[in-house]
């Protein structure tokens, strides 16, 4: 199996950074995409961005400029660097990731438990 362990979350006042972070362990051979989504209170979850192996990122419309997702393939980590935080970024954070596992020619893909930010006005 693979689990996905989120850390990073948090209050913070508005203006203010945090870092997420998000660690793949498991039956791991690759992992292709690797991404965050957020929830808030009474919406659907939305992508935040995601970044595939090459490196390569799509970013939701709303925090282009604010938030930097970077990984470390060697470590099956992901991280979400989100700076000048609104009060509309408050959220629950969910890592995804579409991981191949040993064994398989097909990739499955994964979420963490989520983690909650709260930015205060």
């Known amino acids: 199996q693979v689990q996905l362990v989120e850390s990073g979350g948090g209050l913070v006042q508005a203006g203010g950074s945090l870092r997420l972070s998000c660690a793949a362990s498991g039956s791991i051979f690759s992992i292709n995409t690797m991404g965050w989504y957020r929830q808030a209170p009474g919406k659907q979850r939305e992508l935040v961005v995601v970044?595939?192996?090459?490196?390569?990122?799509n970013y939701a419309h709303s925090v282009k400029g604010r938030f930097t997702i970077s990984r470390d393939n060697a470590k099956n980590t992901v991280y979400l660097q989100m700076n000048s935080l609104k009060p509309e970024d408050t959220a629950v954070y969910y890592c995804?990731?579409?991981?191949?596992?040993?064994?398989?020619?097909?990739?499955?893909?994964?979420w963490g438990q989520g983690t909650q930010v709260t930015v205060s006005s």
């Open positions: 995804n990731a579409d991981v191949t596992r040993m064994g398989w020619t097909a990739s499955f893909n994964y």
């Open positions: 970044i595939t192996s090459g490196g390569s990122t």
